[in-house]
């Protein structure tokens, strides 16, 4: 046991040191990973894993290249882990979606940011700090979202927003477009435009914020009673 102790805590890199480093970032991106999952999210528990894994690696062979070759005069192997902060900007990047006057993904972004983070955590042996550091990742993304949406009213995490695609009868369309101006106060974006596939058809799309727990069946509910409307799609957009 003292052995085992004495290995994963050594500076230098070794294989059971190495393994125990790369096993608990696996556990601790996936912790995190799991909750972006569970918002319906598209990067879930393998994209977080991965990542951490990733960067705990890179910080292991960051630090095993000058305990190998201390005949390098050129270079700096410290760069290594160094590009996990600037390659993660990439994949980040991914995560983040425009949707008109719509952004989302930024959450994810930013924990994608923080998993690689922890990940070199884990490969430098700060296994206190990488720990504590996923723990308050993890309240932040429950409680704080929790305290947003009970202590503060006005928060955007009280509403739904939803992408509406309405297609009209040209006659009846410019009822329907002043009809959703004057009533929904929460009005994003609202486009309308002549159907190209289909005659006699007007495509009206909207993008607003409804507060409700059931959005989607609502929202079609009411547009479902306007004569006019030929056909409705609803798409609601994942939390950050």
Known sequence: MNSFLEMITDPNVNLVGAIFKLALSLVLGSVIGLERRRKGQIAGMRTFSLICMGATLAMLVSIYIPQEYMGLKNGDPGRIAAQVISGIGFIGGGTV?????????????????????????????????????????????????????????????????????????????????????????????????????????????????????????????????????????IQEFCEN
Do not use: W
């Not at 704080?144 to 369309?173: G, H, I, Q, Y």
């Open 97 to 233: 979606l425009r949707h008109g006057a719509t952004v989302v993904g930024l959450t994810t972004a930013a924990t994608l940011f923080m998993s690689a983070s922890i990940g070199m955590a884990c490969g430098a042996g700060m296994y206190d700090l990488a720990i504590i550091a996923t723990i308050f990742s993890v309240l932040i993304l429950v409680i704080v979202r929790r305290f947003e949406k009970d202590v503060l009213p006005s928060s955007t995490k009280n509403f739904k927003r939803l992408k509406v695609t309405l297609n009209c009868v040209n006659e009846k369309a410019t009822t329907i477009y002043d009809m959703i101006i004057d009533k929904y106060e929460d009005l994003k974006e609202i486009s309308k435009k002549l159907s190209k596939s289909e005659e006699n058809i007007t495509k009206i799309n909207v993008i607003l914020d409804v507060k409700s727990k059931k959005p989607v069946q609502e929202m079609y509910k009411e547009f479902q009673s306007i004569e006019g409307i030929e056909s409705i799609s």
